[in-house]
């Protein structure tokens, strides 16, 4: 009897533990506060407000890369890319069985000059697609393509959204605005590989190997140096560029000189390298004319040398 009180009065000690402390999971610690859905243009998550594009179409071939401008364009965008390989020899077979039923539509000419031009060309298109899937070793993807970007003022989504939609049909690219479909392209960009069919049937567009390479999204230009030290970042893409200037493979010499206006951070800049290298066991020597540098000096244990020059 004593044994059965024992443990059911350690069953409730762990329930009232259980209480005091809450449930805290791992998941809660990146999951958001608060998540307004009720607006279908977009979506509002811990103040941020969310809106996304589905790219429907673009171009078949393309001699630049194709998000160049977006990237360079320093706003918070998020691209979302699901390629999905086809069967080669099965593609054949679907491509050589369409383009003889629009063979016989081209033939029975339809009444409406519009219809026939888009039979024309859907035709033309599946021809070229055969030919690079037989004779140039091409392969044939779905691709469904999703862009997301978002803002801290709601007055500030049409203006970001038409300047987007601009850059993007100046690249020949027809996006559609996701209305009431910005929740199912928010869970598309996140890493739950969630393409849900009501999206992807939206955006899904058929790419060849030769078209798929222009979709490449790592293009911005930046300074990684591998031992550098962090010396700000990229006006125009945003990225961190770190250089080591005492690296002899890559740089001459080690000379850098530093331009800008009164109170522009030319001192401050100078003695953060100091630092940085100093943190990096580099030696270093600093001819100190306005004794400007003996604070940092000290600060670092280093040693100050006193220079007196005879007239």
Known sequence: ????????????????????????????????SYINTTNPRYLEIDGLYYFSFLVTNYYHEYETL???????????????MYYEKQDTYQSIRDLTYYIGNNSVDLKEK??????????????????????ELQLNN????????????????????????????GILQGKGIQVKRAY???????????????????????????????????????????VLDKNGIFIGTNIYNNSLVFIDKYDNNQYKNANVCIFGTSGAGK??????CILRYRLMGIEQYVIDSEKEYITLCHNLNGVVVKIRSWV
């Open 180 to 222: 009431f479909r910005q929740e199912q392209v928010f869970k598309a960009i996140l890493p739950f590989f969630q393409n849900k069919m009501e999206i992807r049937n939206v955006s899904k567009r058929n790419i060849l190997t030769t078209g798929l390479t222009a979709t490449y999204p790592f293009i911005s230009s930046s």
């Open 110 to 131: 339809p009444n409406n000059i519009q219809d026939k031009e888009i039979v024309a060309l859907t035709y033309q298109d599946a021809q070229y697609i055969r030919k």
């Open 267 to 272: 001192s401050f800049y100078t003695k953060l």
């Open 138 to 165: 091409e392969e044939l993807y779905f691709l469904s393509f999703y862009l997301t970007f978002y803002v801290e003022n709601k007055q500030e989504l049409e203006y970001q959204a038409n300047k987007i939609e």
């Open 66 to 80: 194709l998000l160049e401008d977006i990237i360079e364009l320093n706003s918070n965008i998020i691209f979302s």
């Open 1 to 32: 009897m004593k044994k059965i009180f024992n443990k059911k009065k350690k069953i409730k000690n762990r329930k009232r533990e259980t209480f005091q402390e809450g449930i805290y999971e791992d998941k809660d610690k990146i999951s958001p």
